[in-house]
Structure formats: C-alpha cells, structure tokens
C-alpha cells in the first residue's frame, strides 16, 4: 500500500569518489544487523523506490557491519564471512574499525589488492565501552595524531585501486570535548572522499536529540567533498527536512531502518521527487520478515541460526500492530521457518498500517552517561606512552569481525 505526500525538491547525485549515488542516502554500518541478507533487502526496496520516481538504476549506497582491521588481516572465519557481498551489489561497501595505522593500512591493502570491495569506510564513532575504554571508536578523533595517521594510511593503500575512503565520526567525546571540526578537516585534507557526522557526542550514545546544526558547521567547514548528516531520520520527510537545515550532501540512515527496510523506498522517492510513501499492511510486513528470514537462513547457511538472528527483529517489525502477547513472545524464540509460519497465520493480516503507534523512533536510546576512555587520555591531544599502550590491544576485545 502506498500514500501520496507532498513532493519533496529532486536532490543532485552523491559522488563519492569514481562512484555517483543516484539517490544520496548511505545505510548506516550497524553491528548484527546490517550483514549481507538485510542490506539485500535494503537494496530490493531502494530500487523500488528509484522507479518510483522515475530513475532507472538509481542507487543508495548499503554499508556493511563494522569489520575489525585486525581480524580481517589474520582472515578469521568469522570475518570473512562478513565481508561477503552479493554479486549484485553495487557499489561494494565496507567499514572498518581499526586503532592502529599500520594495521588498517593492511586491512584496506588486503580489501582492494584482493578486489573485495568498491568503497571503504572508517569508523570513529562507536560509543561502545568496551571500545572507548581502549581509545578506539569516537574516543580515538581526540588523538589527532592518531587520527590522521589512520585516514592517511587507509587512503595510501586503496588510492592505487581507485577506491575512496569515507569518515563516519561524532561530534565528540561530550560537549566540553568536541572534535568533529577539527576531524573533519584533517580527513579531507588527507584525501578522505566525504565526511559522515552522527550529531550526537559518545557521551550521548542515542540518548536525547541528535544536533543537526553541528552537520551544518561541518558542511561550513569541509568545502571540497560532500558532508553526510547522521541522526533522527526516522521518515523521508526527516531526511529532506535535514538536507534543507544543514545543507549535507545526503544522509546516512541507521534505527529508521530497523523492521522497516521499505524505508528506502520512501528516501530513493523523496530524493527523486516522487511523493509516493509505503505503509504496508500487517500482512505485506510478515512477507518482508518471512523474506528477511530466508536471506538469513542462506547467509548463515543455516535455518537453526537465521531464525535465531530474525529474533531480535520481531518487535522492530510488529511495532505498532494488534498483536498478543503470547505471539509476540512466541515470535522472539522462534526456531523454524515452519513454524514462522504457524505464528504469522494466527494474526489479523489485514491490519493497515498503523502510523503513529508505527513511524517515529526505534531501537533502543538509553540516557546520557559518563564516557569511559583510558587513563590521562584527555590530558593530550597527542599519543602518548600511556595513551600508546591503551590502544595497542584496543582491536582484542571487539567482537563480530
């Protein structure tokens, strides 16, 4: 089922390197979720909405779950399993978390000399404890040094394949140690291809409301390659209204997606001009998760393991509808397809789509909390002895790639 809003203004294409994205939305990196079945299906429903607005090909750009440098030069299973692309993808996207330069040098080296990607993309903005702690993720920027010698070395090693490296980060460690800015100039002059800006601090995590006059300093600042706003874009009309109040050269999506891949359809519309919404019905809903299972089910080579992974999707999914409790529950420990099945049957299927009780936020925000970063960390901009060692097996204790 469709609905017909307003039309939104037609955006220009995003151009990242050799690669123009017709439709200037990035799916976000989120760890267990964005793996090869759920971008497949991201991608299914961005090209619907491509036609939608009249554009044949158009595309968004689908990035993978973040991979750890330091696992993927060593080719743990695990890892390579992760940087599976399908053969239709286009173009091929991974993030990478590394700490050490020498180290990300290796991993990029190995992603383009192998011809496993088409674009690469560094994180520095994982809020996670167990990575700040150790200087990694959006405590690293405050490491200016540091910083740059891991754009610098990332960029050294994909430039000769023609790949462009991308810089996802937040706006700081909190508001009394921002570094965004100064970030976001040093990975343009180190020949980063765009600048992502996640308008929350670490300190925020996805508590509260994300900044987006910080992506518009950032767009006033980083002048020769475009600047992508991160944060709050739950519907189409969020991230128009984003590019209208920032300026950014298109948006990256992460929570709006979650049980709600068709989002893509509206963004790819929205950005075409088209004025055509999905709301699908609770029927067309459980097709999508029945599907998202099956993508599953053939990335993990098992059907135990995919119904084990569509779990935490369940409530992402139903979110809004007439659904018991008893069935909810029964969802979110189900172990086959069959029995999927047996479950979706029992529902009113023809529940239209349920609006309010469904758009607006998802995924859990948490509150604000108190950053744990390795001792003397904020004491110097520069990486230190101590702050030298904290990094060294900061990779060790981060999990999944």
């Not at 429903?45 to 973040?66: H, R």
Request: proline share 5%; aromatic share 6%.
């Amino acid at each position: 089922m469709t609905e017909v809003l307003a039309p939104a203004p037609v955006l220009p294409p995003l151009q990242i390197g050799r690669h123009v994205i017709s439709s200037p939305v990035v799916l976000a990196p989120m760890a267990g979720i964005t793996n090869r079945a759920f971008r497949r299906l991201c991608r299914q429903y961005g090209a619907e909405g491509s036609a939608a607005g009249g554009a044949s090909g158009a595309t968004s750009l689908y990035v993978s779950e973040m991979i750890t440098s330091r696992a993927l030069v060593e080719r743990t299973p695990v890892t390579m399993q992760l940087i599976e692309q399908d053969p239709d993808e286009d173009p091929r996207s991974i993030q990478l978390y590394g700490v050490d330069p020498t180290t990300v040098g290796r991993a990029v080296h190995l992603l383009a000399s192998e011809n496993r990607c088409d674009h690469i993309d560094l994180n520095f903005g994982c809020p996670v404890p167990k990575v700040t702690r150790k200087g990694g993720g959006g405590a690293l920027p405050w490491k200016t040094d540091l910083f740059r010698g891991i754009v610098a070395a990332a960029v050294r090693e994909a430039s000769p394949y023609d790949i462009p490296v991308t810089v996802k980060m937040r706006k700081g460690i909190d508001e009394d140690h921002l570094t965004f800015l100064e970030a976001g100039r040093i990975a343009e002059g180190e020949g980063a291809a765009a600048v992502a800006l996640h308008g929350r601090t670490v300190a925020q995590a996805y508590s509260g409301q994300a900044d987006w006059s910080a992506i518009a300093d950032l767009k006033q600042a980083v002048t020769s390659v475009p600047v992508l706003g991160n944060g709050d874009i739950w519907s189409a009309e969020d991230a128009v209204r984003m590019v209208r109040e920032t300026g950014c050269d298109g948006v990256v999506v992460g929570r709006g997606c979650l049980g709600r891949p068709w989002l893509f359809t509206d963004l790819a519309a929205a950005f075409a001009g088209s004025a055509e919404r999905v709301r699908p019905t609770l029927r067309e809903v459980c097709a999508t998760m029945r599907r998202h299972t099956e993508y599953l089910a053939e990335f993990h080579g098992s059907q135990d393991k995919a119904c084990r992974d569509i779990r935490k999707h369940v409530a992402w999914y139903l979110k809004g509808f007439r659904v018991g409790s008893h069935v909810r529950s029964s969802l979110a420990t189900v172990t086959s397809l069959a029995t999927l099945d047996d479950l979706v049957a029992t529902l009113d299927l023809d529940q239209e789509w349920p609006s309010e009780g469904a758009d607006g936020p998802r995924g859990r925000a948490g509150s604000e909390r108190r950053v744990v970063l390795p001792e003397g960390w904020l004491g110097s901009r520069c990486l230190d002895g101590a702050s030298a060692d904290a990094v060294r097996d900061a990779e060790l204790s981060v999990s999944g790639g």
